[in-house]
């Protein structure tokens, strides 16, 4: 679902509780937790969007007041946005990619958590993600990279489902 058609209101303290408490409950090798979610809500949707906006401004000084206002709310649609960190890194015994795949779990683990709590999410990543300067206002360490920002609301609209690959196409038996 689109964040712009999420409304709110987002998960209360419980019930975000228990939806990270599910997004946690991944594969893990060596049970490293090579990920961590970041809350941004409330004022903070703003304070980040202001950080996007101006490193928008900075790449492209052409821009419009409708493009930068567009770029200042990103993170403010829905009333609840999580940034999930990849922590993965060198180790001795856990391979590179497996904690890659563990940050993308806890991601899609967050979204389905969300919605089988009655919530609607939206996972995007967008240029932001890849941003030094949104990085660092987020608090993420240089190597650590974001897997993504999982937008929880509620659906303003029952969302239409988007054309699938078919299995045909996807699918080997061997």
Request: net charge neutral; aromatic share 6%; hydrophobic share 45%.
């Amino acid at each position: 679902m689109a964040p712009l058609k999420l409304d709110g209101p987002g998960p209360g303290p419980e019930a975000l509780d228990a939806i990270l408490r599910i997004a946690s409950r991944v594969p893990d090798h060596g049970k490293l937790a090579p990920w961590r979610f970041i809350l941004i809500e409330g004022e903070s949707r703003e304070r980040i969007g202001a950080v996007i906006e101006a490193a928008y401004r900075t790449d492209h000084p052409e821009a419009d007041a409708a493009r930068l206002a567009l770029e200042r709310g990103r993170l403010a649609q829905a009333p609840l946005v999580v940034a999930v960190v990849s922590r993965a890194g060198p180790h001795a015994k856990i391979p590179e990619w497996e904690q890659v795949l563990s940050a993308g779990a806890a991601t899609m683990n967050l979204c389905v958590a969300a919605n089988a709590s009655g919530f609607a999410s939206a996972w995007l990543t967008e240029w932001y993600a890849y941003d030094r300067r949104v990085l660092d206002a987020l608090g993420l360490d240089p190597r650590e990279r974001l897997a993504g920002f999982v937008h929880i609301g509620r659906a303003a609209e029952r969302p239409s489902d988007r054309p699938r690959p078919d299995l045909a196409e996807i699918v080997t038996r061997l």
